[in-house]
């Protein structure tokens, strides 16, 4: 495990290395200028600027991080560390006995192979993120990342995953689906976003496509082998998610809640959780937390009137939570 790792860290390297060796090639050699290098003298410059920048990245540990969960902090330090190593390079060239280039022809080579391993690293993370679609794309990204990292798709675990689409592509939804893109160990795998949204339906959202209720059919949820739907707009109006729930419900699939952190979910965090009472009442429920009536109830005769309707039933459940001793 320990040399599959470290192998995985060497492969960046060396993809990092050919980008390196282009654009040094380019600038350094293909481009003349009116400070053209001898052989020698280009071979110089190219050894002094790859020890500067895989250097200062080796010690900046940038090939210690893991891309394809990378975040906006992966960037931000490859950022930082190409930089530095601009400055060390700069430093050595004026001191160092080397042939000479300009301060502009150096900055160049630099950038444009700062650009061609932030360009490698956002391939690299769109490819795995989208890799698990059953489309054309998806299977080329798959055959792209079998190739050049060994990773394969559609292993036990991505086969047993649970296909769902999200109902609502926006803070919420997105979040829910991006945190399943990047995690291995996820029950589910979202396939698809349905939203009314004019500005977002027919676009890709973390290359999955948005649909509009009409677009978002029965066929088409088959095609992409969705199972189940999940709620991620905690904004929704009361009559349109019942009418939702009550289209998809009969349908055939099943229906679970992304929970928004103010609504449900304790301690602020969100979950998802099948739908309750709460979800076919479409209102907020109605939560005793005061303990004095929690301890009026408990060990008592309560006797409910319409006990059986929508209003009655969520009192008999909440009057269940105080011990009482019988529910009439």
Same mark, same amino acid.
């Given at each position: 495990?320990? #040399? @599959? @790792?470290?192998?995985?860290?060497? =492969?960046?390297?060396?993809?990092?290395?050919?980008?390196?060796?282009?654009?040094?090639?380019?600038? /350094?050699?293909?481009?003349?200028?009116?400070?053209?290098?001898?052989?020698?003298? =280009?071979?110089?410059?190219?050894?002094?600027? /790859?020890?500067?920048?895989?250097?200062?990245?080796?010690?900046?540990?940038?090939?210690?991080?893991?891309?394809?969960?990378?975040?906006?902090?992966?960037?931000?330090? /490859?950022?930082?560390?190409?930089?530095?190593? *601009? *400055?060390?390079?700069?430093?050595?060239?004026?001191?160092?006995? +080397?042939?000479?280039?300009? *301060?502009?022809?150096? /900055?160049?080579?630099?950038?444009?192979?700062?650009?061609?391993?932030?360009?490698?690293?956002?391939?690299?993370?769109?490819?795995?993120?989208?890799?698990?679609?059953?489309?054309?794309?998806?299977?080329?990204?798959?055959?792209?990342?079998?190739? *050049?990292?060994?990773?394969?798709?559609?292993?036990?675990?991505?086969?047993?995953?649970?296909?769902?689409?999200?109902?609502?592509?926006?803070?919420?939804?997105?979040?829910?689906?991006?945190?399943?893109?990047?995690?291995?160990?996820?029950?589910?795998?979202?396939?698809?976003?349905?939203?009314?949204?004019?500005?977002?339906?027919?676009?890709?959202?973390?290359?999955?496509?948005?649909?509009?209720?009409?677009?978002?059919?029965?066929?088409?949820?088959?095609?992409?082998?969705?199972?189940?739907?999940?709620?991620?707009?905690?904004? =929704?109006?009361?009559?349109?998610?019942?009418?939702?729930?009550?289209?998809?419900?009969?349908?055939? #699939?099943?229906?679970?809640?992304?929970?928004?952190?103010?609504?449900?979910?304790?301690?602020?965090?969100?979950?998802?959780?099948?739908?309750?009472?709460?979800?076919?009442?479409?209102?907020?429920?109605?939560?005793?937390?005061?303990?004095?009536?929690?301890?009026? #109830?408990?060990?008592?005769? +309560?006797?409910?009137?319409?006990?059986?309707?929508?209003?009655?039933?969520?009192?008999?459940?909440?009057?269940?939570?105080?011990?009482?001793?019988?529910?009439?």
């Amino acid at each position: 495990m320990k #040399y @599959k @790792k470290r192998n995985v860290r060497w =492969m960046l390297v060396v993809y990092d290395l050919l980008v390196y060796e282009l654009s040094a090639v380019l600038l /350094l050699g293909l481009y003349g200028g009116n400070d053209k290098l001898s052989i020698s003298g =280009m071979m110089q410059q190219m050894v002094l600027a /790859l020890l500067c920048v895989f250097s200062i990245r080796l010690i900046g540990n940038v090939y210690g991080q893991i891309w394809r969960y990378g975040g906006i902090q992966c960037y931000i330090r /490859l950022l930082y560390t190409d930089a530095i190593a *601009f *400055f060390v390079y700069l430093i050595l060239e004026l001191i160092l006995p +080397v042939e000479k280039i300009t *301060f502009a022809r150096m /900055l160049c080579l630099i950038s444009i192979n700062l650009l061609g391993a932030l360009a490698l690293r956002m391939m690299y993370r769109y490819a795995y993120k989208c890799s698990n679609q059953e489309t054309k794309q998806g299977r080329f990204l798959a055959s792209l990342l079998y190739t *050049f990292d060994r990773v394969k798709k559609g292993n036990d675990k991505e086969v047993q995953k649970i296909k769902i689409a999200i109902i609502g592509a926006g803070r919420v939804g997105v979040s829910f689906a991006e945190d399943l893109l990047n995690s291995d160990e996820a029950a589910y795998i979202p396939r698809c976003f349905i939203d009314i949204n004019e500005n977002k339906v027919g676009r890709e959202i973390q290359g999955l496509p948005v649909w509009s209720e009409d677009e978002a059919t029965f066929r088409k949820l088959n095609e992409y082998e969705v199972q189940e739907i999940v709620f991620a707009i905690p904004s =929704m109006d009361a009559e349109k998610k019942k009418t939702l729930y009550e289209y998809y419900k009969n349908a055939g #699939y099943k229906l679970k809640v992304y929970d928004y952190p103010t609504v449900y979910a304790a301690g602020g965090k969100r979950h998802l959780r099948e739908f309750d009472i709460e979800e076919l009442l479409f209102r907020k429920p109605l939560v005793v937390s005061d303990e004095h009536t929690n301890e009026y #109830y408990k060990r008592k005769v +309560v006797l409910i009137t319409g006990g059986g309707g929508s209003i009655g039933s969520e009192l008999c459940r909440q009057l269940a939570k105080m011990q009482p001793k019988q529910i009439v």
